[in-house]
């Protein structure tokens, strides 16, 4: 290895947030668990011993079977099978990812509506600052999972009854996503006030760069560093929001495996004593939630200079 490349690898290691991270045993454990569930559940298409999608490899004589150390249960079949005959390991690989990839493109549509709202309103002020932030205050008021279930009913009711299964996964992402943009706003705007005032903004006005140039490049990258900490809880929510919704029934449809509809099944045969079908989608979910939450809480602590 070359002095140059060791240099920069040195540099690399001294930053501050990276020796933050390898001097944090929680936050190494939850970034394996969350590398290690996200890498399972996006090569589930590999990894997984069946196909849950695949009309060929499902059996409904082999529906209901317990994990495989249990008596009547099958080597083939490691945590079982659901009322369907779809193998639980399989459904829950293909599920993670389907919650991974509703969580990520909720946060990622709430963060962009949000971070452009906020710095915005914080930049321009006045009654366009006063409409934005009233609207996000009502919003806040209503629970969460209340408007998600109104705006996702609402965006189901115009599409045509043949489509709405097939765009029930977008519905979704369109609900979660509207509920979380008020968080993302709001610290937007307070970053944004912070940076208006400084020196280098002034003089970018003083030069004449048009507002919407002064916000994009000089104010926006600056309000990124809270807003990611927002984003990386606001997933673990999101994770849950979708598990919620697919619960009660309001989200993804139970023919398209998540984890949500995966415990929602499992409810309905948990007093019949099939509990595999509900515990381990149930494990799966909490782990994963707990895990991004304790890398939220660390990349909190670790970008924020006051509490190092």
């Known amino acids: 290895m070359s002095e140059k490349t060791m240099t920069r690898w040195q540099r690399f290691l001294d930053n501050d947030i990276v020796w ?10 939850a970034a394996f668990v969350t590398v290690v569930f996200v890498v399972a559940a996006f090569a589930a298409p590999i990894i997984a011993p069946f196909n849950p999608f ?12 317990p994990p495989a150390w249990v008596d009547g249960g099958q080597p ?5 099978t659901d009322n369907q005959g779809r193998d639980m390991l399989s459904t829950i690989l293909y599920g993670g990812r389907l919650s991974i990839i509703v969580g990520l493109a909720a946060v990622g549509l709430g963060m962009v509506l949000g971070v452009t709202l906020g710095v915005i309103s914080g930049y321009v002020g006045g009654t366009t600052d006063a409409i934005i932030m009233r609207i996000a205050d009502v919003q806040l008021t209503i629970p ?3 408007l998600a279930i109104l705006i996702n009913g609402i965006g189901r009711s115009f599409l045509p009854l043949e489509m709405r299964e097939e765009f029930a996964i977008y519905v979704v992402i369109l609900a979660i996503g509207l509920i979380d943009w008020p968080q993302f706003a709001r ?14 903004v002034q003089a ?7 507002a919407w140039l002064i916000m994009l490049r000089h104010i926006l990258p600056n309000t990124l560093r809270p807003v990611l900490v927002i984003a990386t809880i606001g997933l673990a929510l999101a994770i849950i929001s979708e598990a919620t919704l697919s619960f009660l029934g309001h989200g993804i449809p139970p023919t ?9 099944v499992g409810n309905e045969y948990l007093f019949s004593g099939l509990w595999w079908i509900t515990f381990f989608p149930a494990i799966a979910l909490v782990v ?21």
């Open 76 to 80: 083939q079949y490691l945590l079982g």
């Open 204 to 210: 970018a006005r003083v030069i004449g760069l048009p």
């Open 20 to 29: 933050s991270f390898f001097h944090s045993p929680g936050a190494m454990l």
């Open 187 to 200: 610290v937007a705007r307070g970053a944004t006030l912070v940076e208006a005032n400084k020196e280098y």
């Open 256 to 264: 398209t495996p998540s984890l949500g509809t995966l415990i929602r």
């Open 54 to 65: 695949d009309p060929s490899q499902i059996s409904l004589w082999d529906g209901k079977l």
């Open 288 to 308: 994963l939630v707990f895990a991004v939450n304790l890398l939220g809480d660390w990349m909190r602590d670790a970008l924020n200079p006051k509490l190092r």
């Open 144 to 146: 969460g999972i209340l």
